[in-house]
């Protein structure tokens, strides 16, 4: 994953379970936008998933979501960006960081 200073997320690699955030699970091995979220400040990578704070605070996530891991209440996987429950824009939140699962 890579972050732009303009706030702008890219992903490249496998993408079996959506973890490039693309809207699909075809694999990239170049760089590709992620479009559906804009004005990010922070990024990590899991696994099999990915996370994004925006610059107002609230948290996104994609990819797989077995165990929960993108923290929508569900365990549905996401192949685009989804806002992490509880965690919107009044959450403050300022960092994220990504492990297994």
């Given at each position: 994953m890579a972050l732009t200073s303009g706030?702008?997320?890219?992903?490249?690699?496998?993408?079996?379970?959506g973890q490039l955030g693309i809207g699909s699970t075809t694999a990239s091995s170049t760089?590709?936008?992620?479009?559906?979220?804009?004005?990010?400040?922070?990024?990590?990578?899991?696994?099999?998933h990915s996370l994004a704070v925006q610059s107002?605070?609230?948290?996104?996530?994609?990819g797989d979501n077995a165990?929960?891991?993108v923290g929508d209440g569900t365990t549905t996987q996401r192949?685009?960006?989804v806002a992490v429950s509880g965690l919107g824009s009044s959450s403050g939140m300022v960092a994220v960081a990504a492990g297994a699962s």
């Open positions: 706030g702008a997320v890219y992903t490249w690699g496998s993408n079996a379970t760089p590709v936008q992620v479009t559906t979220i804009s004005n990010i400040v922070g990024i990590a990578a899991g696994y099999t107002d605070g609230t948290v996104w996530a994609w165990v929960g891991e192949t685009s960006p």
